[in-house]
């Protein structure tokens, strides 16, 4: 297998981790792709400091040597992963169509074909999973190219507009996809490559930034806040605002509206 230019070094099929230290630096000596199709997750690139929030559908890809770290994020993270090494690999790597990062790779265990024709264990059957592995990556480099503005494309555009003009509304991931007119694995992957971000992880984002100017441009309530931006339960949105910028909705207020008060007035 080696003579061949790619080894499958290992693989995990259906494995829960319930533990994660989010400030480690992990670096492998080989490629890895991970599936993430149960559970939540993350990952994060020491070198640019780039944080991707993972859902189920989502894969992390790692090149030997990155300096990174994935895991799961709150609850558990369940994965089929692959481990290969080779020259062919370093030679899909150097005509990037392996990259270090996040893509989506859909809900569908897109891995499990590969590993249970390596549990056949015969010789013709490993280089046919090598083969298999390489088709994959070749397909996820197709899917992620970008092409020239399509309709989809346009209609991304629209819907991030209407999410702008209308922070209150809660849209699900199928009435985005429908206003799209695409699917709802095919949706992410366009957020991805728009955003950087999932579909669930913008709206929140988008909220909460929305959410962070009335706190400090108005005196409305906390409540009246959460309930302008769509959110029944207020303590909710408290959770939310905490988890993403790291300080509750009250400190937030206190430490920032004086310093846009004082702004104000000194340019005033």
């Not at 390596?118 to 999973?129: C, G, H, Q």
């Not at 996820?140 to 020239?148: A, G, K, Q, T, V």
Request: hydrophobic share 35%; net charge positive; charged share 25%.
């Amino acid at each position: 297998m080696k003579a061949s230019g790619l080894t499958i070094d290992c693989y995990y099929e259906n494995i829960t981790s319930n533990r994660s230290n989010l400030d480690a630096v992990r670096v492998f000596p080989y490629y890895c792709i991970s599936h993430l199709f149960k559970g939540d997750g993350f990952f994060l690139d020491h070198d640019t400091g780039q944080f991707t929030e993972l859902t189920p559908g989502m894969a992390v890809i790692v090149t030997p040597g990155k300096r990174m770290n994935y895991g799961l994020y709150h609850k558990y993270y369940t994965e089929d992963s692959i481990c290969f090494s080779g020259p062919t690999a370093d030679a899909l790597k150097y005509s990037g169509i392996i990259n270090d990062g996040v893509v989506n790779i859909g809900n569908e265990r897109r891995l499990l074909p590969i590993i249970n024709k390596l549990r056949e264990v015969a010789i013709s059957s490993l280089f046919e999973a090598s083969l298999m592995l390489q088709k994959l990556f070749i397909e996820l480099h197709r899917e992620s190219i970008r092409l020239p503005e399509s309709t989809q494309s346009k209609q991304l555009k629209r819907l991030l507009r209407e999410l702008n003009q209308s922070p209150e509304k809660w849209w699900t991931v199928q009435e985005m996809a429908e206003y799209c007119n695409v699917s709802t694995n095919y949706l992410r992957t366009m957020f991805l490559r728009e955003t950087g971000m999932t579909p669930k992880v913008y709206i929140d984002s988008l909220k909460v930034n929305r959410a962070s100017e009335l706190l400090t441009g108005s005196d409305m309530k906390i409540s009246d806040v959460a309930a302008a931006l769509g959110y029944s339960d207020h303590y909710y949105f408290i959770r939310r605002f905490t988890g993403l910028k790291k300080i509750s909705p009250g400190k937030y207020r206190k430490m920032y509206s004086h310093l846009i008060s004082h702004d104000l007035s000194t340019h005033c």
